[in-house]
């Protein structure tokens, strides 16, 4: 303990008025009941993704159907970018905090560097899902698939492609922000004792 | 062994003490403290020295606070403004300790990490070996590091 009367005058001011331990210990436990539907939320999520994966590779191998192929495809390509979702929060709430600040955001920033290269995925994804939306639309226009089908799969895997082009966009410029932000935060930390 | 529940008893309120260093807003503050104290219980198997639960402790927790300010800094959250009074209808030696202590807070919060992170320990009380144990810092690196914050910390309370 620092012996030294500036911070003991401090001191009266800063233990003031502290919270009740009772307060505390109801917070944390609905806080943990929320994590956990939440982490119960995305495995749901997460199963029911894959589970209609298997239905439509499984009907487009019974079927026949050159459309159903497609969607089979559409929902190989897509599922990689829900997932990433959910392992990058896995990710986050594996960051280890029992160590130093500085190694810590070290650690953050090599995350974020990945997430940042993992986008390369997003964008092939839109790609993809764009290509089998035109070729939705050369079946259809060539009588190999009926207009109906095509109505409703061309502005809907074209329309998902965008948004996923969107949003790579959106989350690349939000992780450079971060690694900005980081980078400040290290060299705060690093210069502080130069 | 060590519970969650004994730590929240032993070191609950310095935590909270802790949350209020980097959040204002006290809706995102009672946030930090549950998450701070949901790193602390995901870390707990790991602990194994009983003698050293204070560093484990308000490591952990300083470390949450860190990732807190950088998530708010990146979405342009202003964390260094001042609250107003909780309530304005105290009697007037209280409202004016009150005064006192949000003008420490928001001073503090005002002071670089590394800086904000010492002041902190000094005045949970922890000695210079246990707060160079919590940050990895020497014990001459502490009293280096706690001179220079003590003297920033001056200068913002003395201007505010």
């Given at each position: 303990m620092t012996n030294d009367e500036y911070f003991a005058s401090l001191r009266r001011d800063w233990l003031r008025d502290p919270p009740s331990r009772d307060t505390i210990t109801r917070g944390f436990a609905h806080h943990r009941r929320w994590a956990l539907w939440s982490a119960a939320g995305n495995l749901l999520g997460a199963i029911v993704v894959l589970a209609a994966c298997v239905w439509v590779a499984r009907m487009a191998f019974a079927g026949h159907d050159t459309l159903l192929d497609i969607s089979a495809l559409a929902f190989a390509v897509a599922v990689p970018v829900i997932l990433f979702g959910l392992v990058a929060l896995r990710r986050r709430l594996r960051l280890?905090?029992?160590?130093t600040s500085l190694g810590l955001l070290r650690q953050t920033r090599d995350r974020v560097e990945t997430m940042r290269r993992m986008l390369v995925g997003a964008r092939w994804c839109a790609a993809i899902l764009a290509a089998a939306a035109m070729a939705v639309g050369l079946l259809a226009a060539t009588a190999h698939a009926s207009p109906s089908s095509a109505f409703l799969l061309i502005p809907l895997w074209s329309g998902t492609a965008a948004a996923v082009w969107l949003w790579q966009i959106w989350r690349a410029r939000d992780l450079a922000n971060r690694v900005a932000h980081l980078d400040a935060i290290i060299a705060e930390f690093e210069s502080v004792d130069r | 062994m060590h519970t969650l529940e004994t730590i929240i008893r032993t070191y609950g309120p310095a935590l909270a003490r802790v949350a209020s260093s980097y959040e204002v807003d006290r809706a995102l503050r009672e946030d930090l403290l549950q998450e701070m104290l949901l790193a602390i219980h995901r870390a707990?198997?790991?602990?194994?020295?009983?003698?050293s639960l204070a560093p484990f402790v308000f490591r952990i927790a300083h470390n949450r606070g860190v990732t807190h300010v950088l998530r708010e800094r990146a979405a342009r959250r202003n964390a260094v403004q001042i609250e107003p009074?909780?309530?304005?209808?105290?009697?007037e030696e209280s409202r004016i300790e009150a005064d006192r202590t949000q003008r420490l807070h928001a001073a503090i919060r005002r002071l670089p990490l590394p800086y904000r992170q010492v002041i902190t320990l000094v005045l949970e009380e922890l000695s210079h070996q246990e707060i160079g144990e919590t940050l990895g810092l020497s014990v001459s690196n502490v009293g280096v590091r706690v001179s220079r914050a003590k003297g920033q910390l001056k200068e913002l309370l003395r201007d505010e």
């Open positions: 280890v905090y029992d160590q | 707990l198997p790991t602990l194994r020295d009983d003698a009074s909780d309530s304005p209808e105290t009697p």
